[in-house]
T-cell receptor, first 114, second 111 residues
Framework: DTGVSQNPRHKITKRGQNVTFRCDPI?????LYWYRQTLGQGPEFLTY????????KSRLLSDRFSAERPKGSFSTLEIQRTEQGDSAMYLC????????????FGPGTRLTVT | GESVGLHLPTLSVQEGDNSIINCAYS??????FIWYKQESGKGPQFIID?????DKRQGQRVTVLLNKTVKHLSLQIAATQPGDSAVYFC??????????FGTGTRLQVTL
């Protein structure tokens, strides 16, 4: 399968714990995006990378959130000191970049903070 | 900021009929538009895209129409099938690469 993959698919954690999610983009896609989606809403942009450089971060990305893409391939999203409001689906997408910049999404990681 | 809205939260169509899902956007600088389909528990699936220098684009059973004058986008699905049942999102980018999504329209296909 050459699509975007995300691990884990589901994560249940207690409030205050740290969690880390991984995203493997489509190979040769140099852009990688993180979005968050809550029930009944469309995905909201969090951050994106062009190769290993993090080019933009949303105001939604508080200091407890950090994302990395150290070698320009896979990416990790870490949430420290989780809160119940962090419960959501975390989606990763990748794209080949301009001129065709269509973003392809992974299946997401569903986080539940208890 | 950008906002993307959908006119109908739920659309019910009979199998075999054509479906039309509408979307309004507010940012006149938006230059790229995508329609996604999302089934329950899955990530959004790319359907079709269109750039602002076009007003129509066709795919397999789907057509996207763009009216920049009134900032309106529509997705037409021909001969709707039960497998088309899902939530459909329009999304747009402006000067940045990030996508701004609407809240979605749920398409229900009845037999």
């Amino acid at each position: 399968d050459t699509g975007v993959s995300q691990n884990p698919r589901h994560k249940i954690t207690k409030r205050g714990q740290n969690v880390t999610f991984r995203c493997d983009p489509i190979s040769e896609h140099n852009r990688l995006y993180w979005y968050r989606q809550t029930l009944g809403q469309g995905p909201e942009f969090l951050t994106y990378f062009q190769n290993e450089a993090q080019l933009e971060k949303s105001r939604l990305l508080s200091d407890r959130f950090s994302a990395e893409r150290p070698k320009g391939s896979f990416s990790t999203l870490e949430i420290q000191r989780t809160e119940q409001g962090d419960s959501a689906m975390y989606l990763c997408a990748s794209s080949p970049g301009r001129p065709r910049d269509e973003q392809y999404f992974g299946p997401g990681t569903r986080l539940t903070v208890t | 900021g950008e906002s993307v809205g959908l006119h109908l939260p739920t659309l019910s169509v009979q199998e075999g009929d054509n479906s039309i899902i509408n979307c309004a956007y507010s940012n006149s600088a938006s230059d790229y538009f995508i329609w996604y389909k999302q089934e329950s528990g899955k990530g959004p699936q790319f359907i079709i895209d269109i750039r602002s220098n076009m007003d129509k684009r066709q795919g397999q059973r789907v057509t996207v129409l763009l009216n920049k004058t009134v900032k309106h986008l529509s997705l037409q699905i021909a001969a709707t099938q039960p497998g088309d049942s899902a939530v459909y999102f329009c999304a747009t980018t402006g000067t940045a690469s990030k996508l701004t999504f609407g809240t979605g329209t749920r398409l229900q296909v009845t037999l």
